[in-house]
């Protein structure tokens, strides 16, 4: 299974950014769920949102809640991570990643920095 991160770049505080996983490869389930990740200089990986292949739940950390959306495509077999109101905080390398349970962690992308400067 492949997973293509791109999207990230340099943004100034309260801007916004979209980020897109395309899964290029591999098969999505009605069971998988597909969620990004981030993690900051000196910081532990830390998760972001999710959302299921074939329903409509979504799932979000309570840092980034009302200020990103997740949503998906299948069509392109693509999920994007709309980011607004960026903070400083939120800087550093995201990641996609792709299970069949929450939170998924089975299947990893490449990451893509976004850097939130203020």
């Known amino acids: 299974v492949q997973l293509q991160a791109s999207g990230g770049g340099s943004v100034q505080a309260g801007g916004p950014l979209r980020l897109s996983c395309v899964v290029a490869?591999?098969?999505?389930?009605?069971?998988?769920?597909v969620g990004w990740y981030r993690q900051a200089p000196g910081r532990e990986r830390e998760f972001v949102s999710a959302?299921?292949?074939?329903?409509?739940?979504?799932y979000y950390a309570d840092s980034v809640k009302g200020r990103f959306t997740i949503s998906r495509n299948n069509a392109k077999n693509t999920v994007y991570l709309q980011m607004d109101s960026l903070k400083p905080e939120d800087t550093g390398v995201y990641y996609c990643?792709?299970?069949?349970?929450?939170?998924?962690?089975?299947?990893w992308g490449q990451g893509t920095l976004v850097t939130v400067s203020s």
């Open positions: 990643a792709l299970g069949s349970s929450y939170p998924p962690d089975r299947y």
């Open positions: 959302i299921r292949w074939n329903d409509p739940r979504t």
């Open positions: 490869s591999g098969r999505l389930y009605s069971s998988s769920i």
